[in-house]
Every structure is written in C-alpha cells, then in structure tokens.
C-alpha cells in the first residue's frame, strides 16, 4: 500500500490552506448554536460528561490502552503540543521505547531457541505427537505474530502520529465550524483489556498446574512471555478497534449533518405531517437531529465533502498501518480456534480420560480468540457501512434549484460503485461476514483434521491391508 | 375495479385489512402480542400487555410440552445412547432442540419489536397515499388471496407429515403418543411468522413495481401522443413501432397479448413499447398485477378506460418538464422510501431470518443423512423417524427448502423490481428527448443508483439467489463427507467386534453426527474459495 | 417476415419446432394460433413419453443401471433422474413462456431491420458460430458413439443403457445450442452497436481535430445517440426475455452436464483404477465441450457492454474549436441507462454465466472427485 | 524506452534489468522485433521468428533425447510408493511442454500485435510522458528489478534442482539439462515480457493520478484550471485502458498456462517433498534440506511477484477515482472543467484498470489467496490420499 499513500497524501496542505474563519460567517452563529447543541445530544446519550473542559488531554476516552501500549513501545510516547497537535516524542521517550523493544527481541530469540532445545519439554507433556506439533505450531505463530506487530509499530511510529494529528486537526474543525466535540467513553477497551488480562493469568495458571514436577525458571520465563506477546498482540487489536470506532463517529457525525438535509426532514421543518413520523425508524437508532435550513446546504456540502475524504484518507491510513499485523492475527487466531476445537473434539469423543484442564484452557482460549474477532470484524464493519452510507444519505436529499443539484451530483458521480472497504492486505475484506468465513473455514480445517485422526486410529488398530 | 373503487375511496384501504385472518390465527398461537380489537376496529398494530403475557405462557408452556414430548419419546433413544458416545446423544439433542431455538427465537423477536411493526404498516400506508396522489393505484386484494394461499399450504404440509408420521412411524396405541402433535408446533408457528415477512415484502415488491408501472405507463402515453400529434413526417425520422412488423406476425402477437395478458411480469417493457392501442394499456396493469392466476379483466378495462384519459390528462405530462419533475421527484422520493421500508423490516427480521437458515441446512442435511442411514438399517434419532420414510422425507425437505428457498427468491425478486426503476426511468428521459428533462433523469437515475435494498442475515450473508448456490455447494459436500465417515464407522464395526472398537465406532459416528453442529455455517470453506465467483 | 428471418434462422426454428422446444409459430405460416395450440401439444405428447421412458428404466428391474456395485447403480440412477428433470425442466418453460420468445423474435426483427438485408452467404458467416457448435457437436457425438461401439464389445447393460440415455443427452445438447443461438443474436446485436459507436466516435473525433463540423453537427450526434440510447435498451428487453424464457431450463441443462461430467469422471477413474475392460467414458467428451461453449457464447455477449461504454465515453464533447454541453449531457444519460442496465446472464441470478464459472465448475468437480475416490477403499471394490 | 530514465544507481540497475531482458530474449529468439532507434519504431523481422522456431525445436528436440530425469532414483521410489504421484506428474510434465510450444508459437502468432502494442506504448512514451520526470516511481523501479531477478534465480534454481537430484553425471544430463533451462528461461522471460508492459502502464497510470492530483491542488489553492487539461488526461487514460485491455487479449492465455503449472509445481513439489520425507523416512541430507526447498520457495516467490505486479496496477487504477473525488470540494467550479472531471468519474465507473486472464479470474491479492487455500485444500486432499493407499 506504501506506494499510493502520497497520492492521498498531498491534499493535507491544501487543506490547511483554507483559512478557517472564512466558513464562520456571521449569520451563521445561532444556527452555530443550534448545531452545538443538536450535535451534543447524540454524543450525550452515549458519553457520561459533555461538558468537557477544553484543554483536555487528547485521545483521553482512549487513554488508557494507549498508555498500556506506550509502555510496551507499541506506540510512540507522543508530545502534546497543543489541544489539537501531538508532537513527535522526545529523545528519553524514544530510547525508552526503543529499549523495550531490544528486550522484546531478545526475550523471543531466548524463547525460539529455548522452543528448539529440550529445556521446554517438560511444557509439552500431556498430549500425544500431533498435539504436540499443534502446540509447537500454535507457540511459533504467537511468537511470529508479536514480532511482526513490535516491527511494524516501529516502522510506522510517523504514520501513526500523523493519523492522529489527523484525527485531532479534523476535529479542530468540526468544533469551529459547529462547536461539537466528538467524544464516546471506549469502555469496552477498557473491558477488554481487563478480560484478556485475566484470561492469560488464568491459562498460565492451568498450564502451572497441567505440568506436573518442579518448573525450571527458563520454561517460566517462556509461559510468561508467552502470555505477555499474546496480551499484547490482543491489546494492540483492541486498539484497533477504537481507532476504527473513532474514525465511525466521526462518519456518523457527517451522515447525521447530511442527515439534516433529507426531504424527510426538511419536510418534517416545514411542518409536514408524516415527515417525523415516517422517518423514525430510518434506520437511526436516536433522536434524529432537528432539519437544517436549506439555505447553509452548499457550505455544509463543501464542508462534508472534505470531511469525508479526509476521513476517508485516515481509514486508509489505519489500514495501511495495521495491514501486516491484522493478517497474521487472523491466521493465528484461525489456527487457534481449530487446533482448540479440534482438543475439544477429541477430550469429548474420547471416553474416560475427560481432563477439566485442558477443557477449561480450551475454553479460556476460545472465548479469547473469538470475543476478539468479533469485536475486530464488527467495528471494520460499521466504519465501512458509515463511510458508504454518506452517498446514500445523499441521495435522499432532494434541492429544487438546479446548482444544489448540481452540488449533489457531484458527489454521486464520483461514488457510483466507488465503496471503500477494510480489507487484510487484499487478501480479503474485513466486515461482519468475515467472522462467519473464518468458522466455516475453522469447520473445514476440523473435518480434515478429524479425519487424520481417523486415518491414524484405523493404522493402530488393523494394520491389516483390508483397509487400504 | 379496484381502481374504480379506490378512486372514489377518499384515503386508500390500509394494507393491514388483508391480515385479518392471518393476525388471528398468529393471534391465537401467540406469535403477535398485538391488541386483538384495536386491529378489528381500526387495522392498526399496538402493543398491549395481555397480549405480551398470554405470548409468554405460550411460549412457556410450548416449551415444556417439547421437553416432555423430547423425555417421552427418549427412551427409544437409550439404546442409540447405549451404542454411542456422550456426543453424539447430546448433538442428537441439539439437532432436536434448535427447532425449539428457533421458535423461541420467532416470539422474543416478536416481543422485541412489537412497538415497531405497526409503525412499519403505518408507512407503508403512507406510502401508498404518495403513491395514490400520483395516480398510481395498487390493490391489495392480491395480497389477501396469497395470504390465504400461503396459511393452505403450510396446514397442508404441516398436517401430511404430522399424520403421515403419527400414523405409520409412531405407535399409537399408548396414550403417551398423543404428544408427537407437539412436535409440529414449531414448524408452524415459525411458518406463520414468516409469512408474514414475506407477504409484507411482496407488498414492497408490488409497490414498486407499481412505480415502475406508472413511468411505462407515462412512456406509452407520450409515445402515443407523439404519434397522434404528428403521424407520418414522425414516422421517417424515428419509425414508430409497430410500422415494423408484418401483420400475421403482429396479429400473432396480439393474439399472444390477449391470451397471456397476465401471465407474466418480466417483460412489461416490451408490453408498453409494443405500441399497439389496446396493448400497451394492459401491460402496465398487468405488470401491477401479480403473476399468480389474476382474472384478466381489470386490465381489460384499463385497457378500454385509459386511452383517452391518457389523451386527456397525459398527452402534455411528458411534454412540460416542470410538470413531469415534480412528478419524478415524488415518485424518486417514495421509491427511497420503500427502499428504507425494507431496510428497516429487514432489521426486525433479521435474527428469525438468521436462525431459520440455519435450521433450514441442518435440518436439510441432518433429514438426507439419517435417510441414508434408514436405508443402512441403523438407528436414528427417534425425533427423525420421519426419515425411515422415503415420501415423509421428501414432503419434510420440500417444506423446509420451500420456506427457505420462496424467502431467497422474494428477497431477490424485491431488489429487481428496485432496479427496475432506473431503467424505467431513462425509458422517460429517452422517449421525451429534451434537455431539461435529460438534466432530470440524469440527476434522479443518480440518485436511484445509490438507493439500495439489500437483504441480509444479520449482515452475515445477503439473501440473494448467489447464497443459494453456496448453500446448495455446501450441503452435498458436508453430506458426501457424514457418509464418509458413517461408511469407516460401519468399517470399523465390521473390522473388529471387540470393546475398543466399539469405542472407535463411538467417536467415529460422534465425529459424523459432530458435523452437524460444526457445519451450522453456511457455506463452509470449499463453497467460499471454490464455489464463490472469484474477484 | 421471412425476408427478415433467413433461411438458415428459418431452418433451424424449424428444427426445433421438431423437438417441441421453439413453442410459437414462424413468420411464414398461417393461422398461428393454431400453430401454437399444437406444438404446446406436441411438447406436451414429447415431455410425458420421455418421462415414461425415463420411469421405466428406473423402475424395471433389467440392468438399466449398472448393477456392479451399489455406488455405481446409485450414479446411474442420479444421471437418469438429472436428465428427467432437465426434460422436464426444457418442456415446461417451452409451454409456459411463449410470450417472453415471441417478444424475443419480435424484437428481433424489429432490430435486424437496422441491421440490414441478409444473403445465404453472409447467413451462413453471420451464424457461423453457432453452426460450428451445432453440427460439430454432433459429428463429434456420431463420430464417437461409431468408433467406441467398433472398438467395445456391447454388453447388455451398455446397450441398454445407452439406448435410453443417449435421447435424452441429445435434447439437452440441442437446447444448449438453442441458448447458443439466442445468445449469438443478442451479441449480434451488441456488435452492430458497438460498431456504430465506435464509427460515431471516430467521425466526432475527426471533426474536433479538423474543425470542420456542419451547423446541425451537436444536433446529429445528438440524434444518433437517441437513437443508440433507444437500440440498446431494445437490445437489453431482448435479452430480458432470453432470460425470462430460458431461466430455468438454462439451469437445468447445466446442472445435468455438470453431474454427468462429474459421475462420469469418477467412472472414468474407476474404471481405469480397477482395470475394467470398459471405455465408454470417452462419451463425456462431448459432454465437457458443452458448457464450454454456452460459457463462451454468454461470455461474449457480457464483455461487449462495457466496451460500447467505453466508445462512448470516447466521443469527444468539446475541443478548442467547438463545446457541446448537450451532447455531454446526452451522453451522461447514455451512460447512467448502461449503468442501470447491465446485461449479466445468469441462471435466475444463482451465479453469472461466465468464464469464471468455468473455474468454479473445474474446482467442485475435483473436489467431488477426490471426495468419492476416497469411496472406492470402503465399497470392497477390487482394489489393485 | 529501454533508456535508464535518469542517472543514479537505481535507475541504472533498472536500465540494466531492461538491457538484459531485451538482449535475453532476443538471443533466446523470443522477441522477433527490431528497434528502429530513427523512427522509434519496432519492427518485426521473419528472420528472427524463423530463428526463434529453430531455436525452440532444437531445444525441444534435445530436452526429448536425453531426458535422463526420470529414472533418477528419488522419482523411482516415490512412484513406487503411490502411483497417484505418477500420474500427476506425468499430466505436469505433458502440460510444461505444451506451455512452452504454446507460449513460443502465440508469441509469433500475434506478434503483429504486439509490434503494435509496443510501438504505440513507445508513442506514448515519446509524445505524451516525456515531458514528465518518471525517476520517482520508485515501486516502477523496484517491480522491474525484482522481476530481472527471479527470473534469474529461477534458472540458476532449475539448474540446480536438476543436477542436484540426479546422482550420476554424465554428458548426455549436461546437455538435457542446459536445453531443459534455457527453454524454462525462455517461458519465463515470455511471461516476464506481460509483467513489464503492466508495469509500464501502471507507471503511466501513476503519472496521470499525479497530475490530477496537482489539478486537484491548483484548484483548492484557488489558481485556475482549464478543462483541457482534464479532458487531455482523460484521452491518455483511454488510450491506456486500451492498450491494456489488448495486451491481457493477446497474453492471457500464456498467463493462464504459466500460473497454472507454477502452482501445479509448488503442490506437487511440496506433496513429493511430503511423501519423500515423512512416508519413506528418509535420513535428511543436503538435498532434502536445501535443493527442493529453494526451487519451491524461489517458485513461490515468482508467483507471489506476477500477482503483485497485477495487483499494484489495479490498485493504481483504483487511486485515480479516489483521487477523482477530491475535485468534490472545491467552490464554483467552472461548468467546462465540472462536466469533464464528471465524464472522467463516469469512465471510471464504467472500465477500471483490471486483469481478467481470459475471464477465468481477476489477478489481485484475493485471488492470490484464494488461489493459495484452494491449492492448500488440494495438497491436504493428496497427502490423506496417499495415507489411504498406505
């Protein structure tokens, strides 16, 4: 994707090239107003305090995962500069994370070779050979995974920051141009940093008691690192995430302005009986804003239009950033989820020998893995059903003069079968019907596998050619 | 005549009023906790607190006279359990539950949006206002007949393979049979919740198909029109149409016209551009009409009506583009709408959609599988003892396909008649060449390109006829791959007799009967890598 | 009429006139509603007897089916039962859709009069295609059912077999072809478009390099392209019928092909497996010629709208010397209707009908073959 | 357009990678055109196809003499082991040298064509992006030169490969085996002619999209714009769209060919590597370790690039209606300049920048994918089939 990010690139300038005061025009302050507060209602039912004073930390409804993350020199330890900049982080910060990432490799250099020697043995003792091997494989790809995720942060340390300037300068303007700030409490990072925190303690802690004899320090350092590369690769998917449902509200707040704009609502304006009432249930689940007055469409229309390349540019640019990483999490989670199936499969079909660990480990990694996929699949989901959305939205706004018409085909034109999408370095798009592929693909994987199982029963059992 | 009638009519009769004896049936088994005589008096749906708790006992005591049928007609089972492991009695479980899943699935989806339905109806009845003020009358008769049609077959099916089971498949000579009636009541109810999907989205399909009528209609009218204006200096520069063909061929197709007037709804087009007085006058109706036995007549006299209405009131409709605007506008606006409509009724749907899905392939599979095994002369789950039956099994799996199958169709249908629009309207913009009214069709056929009505499972697949196929891909391989495995199980059995390979044969057929669960989705890896069109 | 219908189209129509697939009268011939009423009965005499035909080899209890061993009777059967639902499927839209292909031939020839006056010759090249296909399919059908039944010694059941099955392979190849034809017209009518296009766009160019354009010139272009605009949505209602006539025969026709092809390919396995003196499976070559050449015939007719877009996007609105807004606009509506009208032919929209398919098809089959090759262990077959 | 466009040490490696290829082909008689550097024009020449027909039948003659692979004893065993190997192998082995015939005689067959598509890509070159500087286009850069290497290592490969897996040498495997390469080199450089002219035209394309992109910026920085300057672009995009299109028409069938033996080659390769290793235990010597593993890895690498390069254009092609709607935000537009920009957008709605090897698949990473699971799906399939014989 590296080639083509300056073709989006360039316009940034452009942009900053407007001289913003020119959009405030004064008649425009009371319907200024009018739009702060229609603008904060919805923000308000979803997050606690609207009124929020405004030197606040940037990204503060996501702080905490990103200080999770700074600290294990996922991400740069940023600058803020202004209410609306961050800078580049400083030299001290820089080292700091450039050391922990040295550790990082170290530590997975350690557990390559500590995986290739005999010292881990002892780790893999329970299972017969092909689990084993799973385990092995499963072990190799979380490693692999981390790794990967650790080099391409650092690869990306200045697109990351730029995205968020990015993020930061369009939110500059959404408040001078209508005094709203988007903001939504991420509560569910913080869940779901605290359930994946568990999760690993809990697994570490049925592998402790699985292995049976005195553990050697070095397999310990290998189950803790082990469980600190999968916390870390799960956070930074989470994070994600948020990313993704930040760039959605700033989506949904263009689509709401647009919104305003729909011969529903400017019906509904003029007082027209059936317009509210037939425009409820038009698919958004909250009071739809008050209709704006068509006289502001052609600066508003200007205004969402650059809104929506800019953001379309960031939506872009998080997937440029987390292309590599979001691959090799998927083939990881996907080996995951089958290789526990399939233990699952076999501990249910085998009789007797029913061990609740390695159920319970089975479950704690299925519950992990699957909770995060889906959380994953459905954000890429909304965001890129909010970004194609706004040409629908579009086109239900009906101008009786001819240049608003013409102001509305402008943007219909250039999006006629133009739908953007997140996809996993092209390899496939990333939207709710992913998660449903993976499982059938996960039920496929297990077939085969069951049926090796089968072909290895059958050779100890009767080696007789009768079979062959 | 029901044009006549609703041309009188000051408002048109709500779409509910055909419902009636569908609300009470579904009234009665408790799939809608409606108000009963708040529909009577005044066809609307509001949500009332009786309603919701007799639904509720209902669905509590459903439940519990399935747990009772599923113990009762267990015992059979305990020497499949004998026989088999833990597994595949708790998967036999799941397969005989996930009706039970489905139907609870059905009432609390109910529950949920039962604010929500009669707003749903209260559009659609707006719509049809917008659409009556533009001269375009649609009668819901029709959807009254297939409502009836529809509730026939379902206490046909439902009842042939009730009795056909109870009486050759159950012995019925102690009381405790009685209970096997209870099996069918999930089946049923999830049927009739369905038909009322479904007959609401045929509504939405005659809706706009009802517009697409009326832009023919206005390209007839005006082709009309410019002939009458001027015939013959027209005729050199662009040849009306039917100065073309040869009279035996077009008496032909007169005579076709006359006796297959409403045998179809696909080629309207041509019906209109056929250009014969009395021809292009039925087309439109008959494209409003639907496809299923309608009495030709009211086309008929549309036909001998609509001519010089046309020459009175449409002649100039076309011609003036500041008339024909609005008129497009409004007809833009509430094609949006219905497209909104159907999103919207999509949503409500969604999870019974979903759920009946995914019960249709297990079911499918599961029914094909244990046939098999009955001709194996093995033993089935007693809850599929319809499947010892060859003709049981065909009358149960064209049911459940059927169900399935008429959705995906209808679904598919809905989004053509959508599509339809546009073409009709560049139909508009090309018989009336002029710029003002090319700078029209240009806008609007932009914004029609950007209305979508797309129906999907809870955005996990669309309902479209390219599902089908998958689905279809993905029930023969998981059915060749369950006779795989059920062929090494007999293997195994046959190999050797002693415990360990009953405990082999136990996984194995465990492995076999796991399928089913696992392969719940619905087109598994082989239907999306191979089967799925590539790029 | 029949001036606009040649003889080679009129021969043909005729043909399958014969076989009760082509349920409306010709141009020619009197009295054509008489004409329909007993070609519905002719089709009707046609589908009960070959269901007869095909109820009777599945029932009796003479070795119809291959009694070797079980899975080989069941892939039998499965090939019989396919092929009656494909009779079926063939006879009843012939019955019930006569009025989707009376609209298709109306159309037809309302549009070959632009197209112009044909000669035996030019016929004969018009259709060349189409021809190919028919009767190389069924040199290629004779050529081999003579050579295999010189080589192989003709056992009971074969005869049998092959008595009875090859009728009903033969009709389906013949409405494959059918498909071919009408799909062959449609593109016809593509390319003509096309071809005008392309002349409009060059003779737009060619007046904006040179300047030199007539008064009237914005008014021509403007005109020819009504009249495009008009052709192509004629074409695109001829290609709707194509589609509401043929749909479900369309689908029926393949899917018989298709388990043909894949049975046949797991026999053909097994027999050389097994090393069983038997080589009828040269009989699916035919078979595998066959969807091939519907894919490309339909495929060809897709590929051509966009490149008609492209043309037309190809004329040149305004150079230095002269500027038309209203052709510009005339031929964004142009584009808009092929953006709302795209010809896809697909099989009641189950899955498009081009080469790609022929992928998917390749792929399901072997998987399909590796699923039922992983049989032959298991059925005790002789195993070598 | 051979020329290193520009100094620097990349650009020199580029010219260089160009040089080579051209020379390549031309000694191994595939590319029957000269260059007419007054006119700037190619001009093919009988002399050099009759050169290049004598060339491949000798080669073919001799790959067919002595053809001593076969009876190396890894093969032996393997075949003995199951015969299913066999047979895929020998429906490989037919299938590679119907390739190369396949390949040589199209390329003669059309070469009228391609005389065509090269001049008039020449013409492109010389008249129209001239005027641009070309040198930073640095994925251009780094696509040709990753090309002039793998075809280079694949044939080093080859040539280990196949003296690697035979133990006795002798004159006769010499020969065989130099004859069998340079025929390999020969379809490889065929292939790699296809994914230097896509890379060619994903270059122009990328010239475009910059050029837009700088229109798009004069506007919203208020200058003015005239909307010839639109419609000229909009002119070379066709033009290029065009050539495009009849390059894949001419190509496709060769790409089909050559992408389908690739993978055929990698899950064999893989299958026997399976067979060899886990069924036979075999004690793991130099050349389980390294000869098999390269040629497979080097395989892949090769395959992966062809899909990269195909897909870098389609993405390209993608940017320019993405850029298209940066032209959205832009006050009082003038009406000339809005009409083009929207046929340029209704162009691009209606022929994008795409690879359809003859309508069987798009050429992009998801069919890569695809391609990449079905072929895994079908080794998992062979390896149970070899179990069950076992």
Redesign the interface.
């Known amino acids: 994707m590296s080639p083509n990010t300056w073709v989006i690139e360039m316009p940034s300038q452009k942009s900053c090239s407007h001289p913003y005061p020119r959009r405030i025009s004064p008649y425009r302050t009371p319907s200024l107003n009018r739009d702060a507060f229609t603008r904060d209602s919805p923000a308000a039912a979803t997050s606690g305090p609207s009124t929020r004073s405004h030197n606040h930390p940037v990204f503060e409804d996501i702080r905490t995962i990103l200080s999770v993350l700074k600290a294990s020199g996922l991400m740069p330890i940023y600058e803020q500069v202004s209410n609306y900049e961050v800078g580049p982080p400083t030299k001290t910060n820089e080292f700091y994370s450039f050391f922990v990432r040295g550790v990082v490799h170290a530590l997975t250099i350690f557990n390559v070779y500590s995986l290739f020697t005999p010292i881990s043995a002892q780790l893999f003792y329970s299972y017969r050979e092909t689990d084993n091997v799973n385990q092995w494989i499963e072990l190799l790809l979380c490693i692999l995974t981390y790794t990967l995720t650790v080099f391409v942060c650092a690869r990306n340390t200045k697109s990351m920051l730029r995205i968020m300037n990015e993020i930061l300068q369009l939110d500059e303007e959404v408040r001078k141009q209508f005094g709203a700030n988007l903001n939504q409490n991420f509560g569910f990072s913080v869940k779901f940093l605290v359930g994946i925190a568990a999760c690993q303690t809990y697994i570490i802690v049925l592998k402790i008691y699985a292995v049976d004899g005195v553990i050697t320090p070095p397999s310990y350092i290998l189950l803790a690192f082990y469980a600190v590369q999968n916390g870390l690769t799960a956070t930074y998917i989470v994070f994600a995430s948020a990313l993704l449902r930040i760039v959605y509200i700033r989506f949904h707040f263009i689509n709401q302005l647009l919104n305003g704009y729909t011969y529903g609502q400017q019906q509904k304006r003029k007082g027209g009986g059936g317009g509210g009432r037939r425009h409820r249930g038009n698919g958004q689940h909250h009071p739809t804003p008050n209709p704006a007055i068509m006289e502001h469409f052609p600066e508003d229309s200007l205004f969402i239009y650059r809104m929506h390349n800019k953001l379309l540019r960031i939506y872009k640019g998080i997937n440029d950033c987390c292309n590599l990483i979001l691959v090799s999490f998927l083939g990881y989670s996907f080996y995951t989820v089958t290789t526990n199936c399939y233990n699952l499969f076999v501990q249910i079909t085998a009789k007797g020998m029913v061990s609740p660990n390695i159920l319970q480990w089975c479950f704690a990694w299925l519950c992990l893995h699957v909770s995060l996929l889906a959380l994953l699949s459905r954000s890429c989901g909304l965001t890129t059903r909010e970004a194609n959305a706004t040409s629908q939205i579009l086109s239900r706004v009906y101008a009786s003069s001819r240049e608003y018409q013409n102001i509305i085909d402008k943007f219909l034109t250039k999006s006629i079968k133009q739908e953007v999408q997140f996809t996993a370095y092209g390899f496939f798009a990333i939207d709710n019907s992913t998660l449903f592929k993976i499982f059938s693909a996960v039920t496929t994987y297990l077939v085969i596998l069951i049926q090796f199982k089968q072909l290895e029963d059958s050779k100890v059992e009767d080696p007789e050619p009768d079979q062959t | 005549m029901a044009r006549e009638q609703s041309s009188e009519a000051a408002a048109v009769q709500p779409l509910l009023e055909q419902f009636q004896q569908l609300f009470f049936i579904s009234k009665i088994v408790g799939i809608l906790p409606q108000d009963l005589d708040k529909f009577r008096s005044r066809n609307v749906l509001e949500k009332s607190r009786n309603g919701m708790i007799y639904m509720l006992v209902t669905l509590v005591v459903y439940v519990l006279l399935y747990n009772v049928l599923i113990y009762s007609f267990g015992e059979e089972d305990r020497t499949l359990k004998a026989s088999q492991s833990t597994l595949t009695f708790v998967i036999g479980l799941f397969l005989t539950y996930i009706g039970l899943i489905m139907m609870g699935t059905d009432q609390l989806t109910a529950l949920r949006n039962q604010g929500r339905i009669g707003e749903l109806y209260e559009r659609i009845r707006h719509v049809d206002e917008r659409l009556y003020q533009e001269k375009c009358v649609l009668d819901n008769s029709t959807i009254g007949r297939r409502i009836r049609i529809m509730l026939g077959m379902t206490i046909i099916f439902e009842l042939s393979i009730l009795l056909a089971t109870y009486i050759k498949l159950v012995d019925y000579t102690q009381w405790m049979s009685v209970l096997w009636l209870v099996s069918a009541i999930p089946t049923f109810i999830n049927t009739l919740d369905k038909i009322w999907f479904a007959v609401s989205l045929y509504a939405l399909k005659e809706r706009f198909e009802a517009i697409n009528a009326t832009l023919e209609e206005l390209v007839a009218t005006h082709e009309k029109f410019k002939l009458w204006l001027r015939g013959d200096q027209e005729a050199a520069a662009a040849p009306p149409l039917d100065s073309s063909q040869p009279p035996q061929y077009d008496s032909n197709l007169e005579y076709l016209y006359k006796e297959l007037g409403g045998l179809d709804m696909g080629s309207i087009g041509k019906g209109s551009s056929m250009s014969g007085s009395g021809k292009n006058k039925v087309a439109p109706v008959a494209h409003s009409m639907n496809s299923f036995g309608e009495p030709i007549d009211p086309s008929d006299k549309a036909g001998n009506r609509n001519p010089m209405a046309s020459n009175m009131v449409h002649e100039s409709e076309l011609g003036n583009a500041a008339k024909v605007e609005e008129k497009l506008n409004n007809l833009c606006q509430v094609h949006d709408e219905i497209c909104e409509i159907g999103k919207a009724m999509n949503e409500l749907w969604s999870y019974p959609i979903l759920s009946l899905m995914a019960y249709g392939f297990l079911i499918f599979t599961a029914q094909l599988y244990f046939l098999y095994c009955a001709t194996q002369f093995q033993s089935i789950p007693s809850l599929f003892r319809s499947a010892k039956n060859p003709l049981i099994t065909v009358i149960a799996l064209s049911y459940t396909s059927g169900k399935c199958v008429y959705l995906i169709y209808l679904s598919w249908k809905t989004s053509l008649a959508s599509k339809r629009t546009g073409i009709s309207l560049h139909k508009c913009g090309v018989v009336a060449d002029d710029n003002l009214l090319y700078e029209i069709v240009n806008h609007l056929s932009l914004k029609l390109l950007n209305h979508s009505v797309d129906f999907s499972a809870c955005g996990f697949f669309t309902l479209d006829m390219e599902t089908l196929y998958g689905v279809s891909g993905g029930i023969t391989s998981y059915l060749i791959i369950l006779i795989q495995f059920n062929l090494a199980a007999q293997q195994a059995k046959e190999a050797i007799q002693t415990f360990s390979s009953l405990n082999d044969t136990a996984g194995l057929v465990g492995a076999a009967t796991d399928m089913y669960n696992s392969s719940s989705t619905l087109h598994d890896l082989v239907t999306t890598t191979m089967l799925t069109p590539t790029g | 009429?029949s001036g606009h219908l040649g003889q080679v189209l009129q021969f043909h129509l005729r043909l399958y006139q014969l076989l009760g697939f082509h349920g409306?009268?010709l141009?020619g011939d009197?009295s054509?509603?008489r004409m329909?009423r007993r070609l519905r009965a002719w089709a009707l005499f046609l589908l009960v007897s070959l269901s007869a035909l095909v109820l009777w080899c599945l029932t009796s209890n003479d070795d119809f089916l291959y009694r070797g061993d079980m899975f080989g009777y069941a892939n039998d059967a499965l090939k019989y039962v396919f092929a009656e639902l494909a009779v079926v499927a063939i006879y009843v839209d012939t019955l019930?859709?006569?009025?989707?292909v009376?609209?298709f031939w109306?159309?037809h020839?309302?549009l070959t009069?632009r197209v112009g006056a044909v000669s035996l010759r030019s016929e004969l090249r018009q259709y060349r295609r189409y021809l190919i296909c028919l009767y190389g399919m069924m040199m290629f059908e004779l050529l081999l059912h003579l050579g295999l039944w010189q080589i192989q010694p003709l056992t009971h059941h074969m005869a049998l077999f092959w008595m009875t099955y090859e009728p009903l392979v033969c009709l389906t190849y013949m409405r494959n072809v059918q498909f071919v034809l009408h799909m062959e017209l449609l593109r016809e009518q593509l390319a003509h478009l096309e071809r005008e296009m392309v002349l409009l766009a060059q003779y737009s160019k060619f007046a904006c390099e040179t300047g030199r354009s007539f008064p009237g010139f914005e008014a021509f272009l403007?005109r020819s392209l009504?009249?495009k605009?008009?052709i192509y949505?004629?074409v695109?209602?001829m290609f709707?019928?194509f589609?509401?006539a043929f749909n479900f025969s369309i689908l029926a026709v393949m899917l018989t092909i298709n388990i043909r092809i894949a049975v046949d390919c797991y026999f053909m396995y097994y027999t050389i497996y097994n090393s069983i003196a038997n080589i009828d499976y040269y009989l699916i070559l035919p078979a595998l010629l066959e969807i091939p050449a519907f894919i490309y015939a339909s495929?060809s007719c897709m590929?051509i709208v966009?490149r008609i877009?492209?043309q037309l996007?190809?004329i040149v609105?305004?150079?230095?010397c002269c500027?038309f807004?209203?052709l510009?606009?005339?031929?964004?509506?142009f584009?808009?209707?092929?953006?709302?009208?795209p010809v896809r032919i697909?099989c009641?929209?189950?899955?498009?009908m081009?080469?790609?398919?022929?992928?998917?098809i390749a792929?399901?089959v072997?998987?399909?073959m590796?699923?039922?090759?992983?049989?032959i262990?298991?059925f005790k077959a002789p195993?070598m | 357009m051979f020329r290193p466009s520009g100094s620097g040490f990349r650009q020199k490696l580029v010219g260089f990678t160009l040089k080579g290829a051209l020379y390549g082909s031309w000694i191994l008689g595939i590319f029957p055109f000269t260059y007419d550097s007054w006119t700037r024009k190619l001009h093919r020449s009988k002399w050099l196809i009759a050169y290049g027909l004598v060339l491949t039948t000798v080669l073919v003659a001799l790959v067919w003499t002595n053809d001593t692979e076969t009876e190396t004893p890894m093969r032996m065993e393997v075949f003995h082991r199951n015969p299913l190997a066999e047979q895929v192998n020998g429906i490989h082995d037919i299938q590679s040298l119907f390739t190369v015939a396949f390949i040589l005689l199209r390329g003669y067959w059309k070469s009228g064509d391609i005389e065509r598509i090269f001049n008039e890509l020449l013409d492109l070159q010389h008249r129209h992006f001239r005027h641009y500087p070309l040198e930073d286009c640095c994925s251009f850069d780094r696509f040709v030169v990753y090309k002039g290497v793998s075809v280079a290592v694949e044939f080093i490969s080859m040539v280990i490969l196949e003296l690697g897996m035979s133990p006795n040498f002798s004159q006769q495997l010499l020969v065989g085996v130099t004859s069998l390469c340079l025929m390999l080199l020969g379809v490889l450089l065929g292939a790699s002619h296809f994914h230097l002219a896509v890379v060619f035209i994903y270059r122009y394309v990328w010239i475009i999209n910059r050029d837009l992109l700088r229109l798009a910026n004069e506007l919203a920085d208020g200058k003015e714009v005239s909307s010839d300057r639109v419609d000229y672009l909009l002119g070379l995009y066709h033009r290029l769209l065009n050539i495009n299109t009849r390059l894949s028409d001419i190509y496709d069938y060769q790409m089909v060919l050559v992408m389908a033996s690739f993978l055929i080659a990698n899950v064999m390769g893989i299958y026997f590597f399976i067979i060899y290793t886990i069924s036979l235990h075999k004690d793991w010597d130099y050349m389980i370790l390294f000869v098999i593993p390269q040629a497979m890895i080097i395989n892949m690498f090769d395959f992966c690039l062809s899909i990269a390069v195909c897909d870098l254009a389609e993405r390209t092609g993608r940017q320019t209606s993405t850029i298209l709607k940066l032209f959205n935000d832009i006050e009082k537009l003038d009406k000339k300049l809005d009409r083009s920009i929207t046929e340029f957008a209704l162009f691009c709605s209606h022929r994008r920048l795409k690879f359809r090897h003859c309508g069987l698949f798009y050429v992009n990473y998801e069919m890569g994918f695809r391609m990449a699971i079905t072929s895994f799906l079908y080794l998992l399939f062979l390896i149970q089939f070899d179990f069950w014989n076992l």
């Open positions: 009429m409306i009268a141009p009197k054509p509603g329909r019930t859709s006569q009025r989707h009376a609209n109306w159309l020839a309302k009069q403007r009504l009249q605009q008009r949505s004629d695109y209602d709707r019928c589609q509401g495929q590929v966009p877009a492209h996007h190809s609105t305004d150079s230095g500027s807004p209203d510009s606009q005339q031929i964004q509506n584009s808009l209707q092929l953006l709302h009208q697909d009641l929209g189950l899955t498009i081009d080469c790609s398919l022929l992928t998917r792929c399901s072997g998987t399909y590796i699923y039922t090759i992983q049989f262990p298991k195993y």
